[in-house]
């Protein structure tokens, strides 16, 4: 019932933007924690943005000031704008709602972001 489905992926230049968008189905975005993560080859998952349902929003210190996320309630998305992008910003990134009473987390499938010089 419940998907969440990534784009916006892509090869971008060092120092360019990305905007990665992620489209919930069968909920609202509004009434849940989402998030994004990332993983690199032979690396952890990374927490990257959060936003809650109250609209807070806390990033790690290694995007902190590149990347903003955002969530349009009308559309049912949710959105990561990253500016600045790095080498080290390479990896695929997920798209994460976080659970609510009986309704579990859910992830999106990925899009792959490739920085390149």
């Known amino acids: 019932q419940v998907q969440l489905v990534e784009s916006g992926g892509g090869l971008v230049q060092a120092g360019g933007s990305l905007n990665l968008s992620c489209v919930l189905s069968?909920?609202?975005?509004?009434?849940?924690?989402m998030a994004w993560y990332r993983q690199a080859p032979g690396k952890q998952r990374e927490l990257v943005a959060t936003i809650t349902s109250g609209g807070s929003t806390n990033y790690p210190d290694s995007v902190k000031g590149r990347f903003t996320i955002s969530r349009d309630s009308r559309r049912n998305t949710v959105y990561l704008q990253m500016n600045v992008l790095k080498l080290e910003d390479t990896a695929v990134y997920y798209c994460?709602?976080?659970?609510?009473?009986?309704?579990?987390?859910?992830w999106g499938q990925g899009t792959q972001v490739t920085v390149s010089s």
């Open positions: 994460y709602k976080g659970s609510r009473g009986y309704l579990p987390a859910s």
């Open positions: 069968g909920s609202t975005v509004s009434m849940y924690t």
